[in-house]
C-alpha cells in the first residue's frame, strides 16, 4: 500500500474535511475519495463517517490512527538512512509567546544551524491550542506553561521545572493588591483567557476578592502588557522569566501576596511519533531550556 494514504488519512483527520485536504495536499477531492476507499478495503471499514456534515473517526478510523503515525514514524526513520549523519524532514513546533521571547529563541536559533536541511515550522498559540494542535496531528513537539498533566495514552510529558510568576505594577503604585483592588479603576492587563497564568490569578481573585470591582483589559502582547502596566495604567500577573529586565531597572515592582500558581514548563510530543527531528528537537530543548529558564525554587 502507498505510504502516501496515511499520510492523507492523518491530513483529513487534521484538517476536517477531505476538500481542506485536497487544497492542503494539492490533489482533487476525487483523490482523496479513491485513497480512502483503497485504505477501506484493507481495514475493512471505511475510516471516516459522515454525520450530517461533520466528518468522524469510524472506529477502524480510531484504531488506524496510533497505526498510521507508528508507520509514517518507521518511514520517516528509512528515510533518514540516507542522510545518516545529518538530518531532514520538517519538523512543527508549537510554543506559547512567553517561552519563545524569554528562552527559545537561540536554542532554536542553533538546532537550525545545526540541522540546516530540516525545514522548522514555528507557530505560536496559547497553550491549550498547543495541546490540541499536537493532538490533532498539526504539530510535532509543543511546549506548555501549566499545571503538572496527569499520565496521558497518547502523549509523553516532560517536565522542565515549576515556574514563579507575580503580581506586578508601576514603580509608583501601592504596594499590595488588596490597595490596588480598592481603587476606583482597577485594571487587570492580561491576555487571553486561556492563558495559564491568567486562569492561576482569576482563580486566586474570585477566592479572595470576590467582593471586589476590577476591570480586565486584554492585550495580546507580552511587551505591550509591560509598557502598559509601567505606565501606571493597571496590574498584572505574569512568570517571572518575563519580567526580570522591567525588575532589575525599576520599571515595574513586584506587589504582595504571592500568589501560588503550580504552573510547570512542560514539553510533549506523541508518542506513536518518534522521527529523528523529533526526537533531536526533544534531546535539544530538554538539555538546554532548563539553563535558558532554570525551576524555581518555590516554598
Not at 513546533?93 to 544551524?113: D, K
Not at 481603587?183 to 479572595?208: D, L, M, S, T, W
Request: net charge neutral; glycine share 4%; aromatic share 8%.
Amino acid at each position: 500500500m502507498d505510504i502516501q494514504y496515511f499520510r492523507t488519512f492523518k491530513i483529513i483527520l487534521a484538517t476536517g474535511s477531505y476538500s481542506a485536504a485536497a487544497t492542503e495536499l494539492n490533489y482533487t477531492q476525487s483523490t482523496i475519495t479513491a485513497q480512502m476507499k483503497r485504505l477501506a478495503s484493507v481495514i475493512g471499514e471505511p475510516p471516516f463517517l459522515f454525520r450530517g456534515k461533520t466528518l468522524r473517526l469510524s472506529p477502524a478510523g480510531k484504531r488506524l490512527v496510533p497505526l498510521a503515525d507508528a508507520i509514517l514514524a518507521s518511514y520517516q526513520q528509512v528515510t533518514d538512512l540516507a542522510t545518516p549523519h545529518q538530518l531532514s524532514g520538517s519538523l512543527r513546533l508549537s510554543v506559547p509567546e512567553s517561552l519563545m521571547l524569554y528562552g527559545l529563541n537561540p536554542i532554536l536559533q542553533s538546532f537550525a544551524a545545526h540541522n540546516p536541511l530540516v525545514n522548522l515550522t514555528i507557530n505560536n498559540a496559547t497553550c491549550v491550542q498547543n495541546r490540541k494542535l499536537l493532538l490533532s496531528d498539526q504539530a510535532d513537539v509543543a511546549i506548555m506553561l501549566w499545571p503538572l498533566f496527569k499520565p496521558d495514552p497518547q502523549l509523553s510529558v516532560i517536565d522542565l521545572g515549576e515556574q514563579r510568576c507575580s503580581l506586578v505594577a508601576a514603580r509608583d503604585a501601592p504596594t499590595t493588591l488588596e490597595a490596588i483592588l480598592a481603587q476606583p479603576q482597577a485594571h487587570f492587563v492580561i491576555n487571553e483567557k486561556q492563558c495559564g497564568y491568567r486562569q492561576a490569578f482569576e482563580q486566586y481573585r474570585h477566592q479572595q476578592y470576590s467582593e471586589t470591582h476590577m476591570q480586565t483589559m486584554e492585550v495580546w502582547s507580552l511587551a505591550a502588557i509591560k509598557q502598559t502596566v509601567s505606565a501606571g495604567l493597571g496590574f498584572s500577573f505574569l512568570p517571572d522569566f518575563v519580567i526580570q529586565d522591567e525588575l532589575a531597572n525599576g520599571l515595574l515592582k513586584r506587589l504582595t501576596p504571592n500568589i501560588p500558581t503550580k504552573l510547570h514548563i512542560q514539553l510533549l510530543f506523541r508518542k506513536n511519533w518518534h522521527p529523528a527531528t523529533v526526537e533531536q528537537m526533544v534531546q535539544t530543548i530538554k538539555s538546554q531550556l532548563p539553563t535558558a529558564i532554570p525551576a524555581t525554587d518555590i516554598d
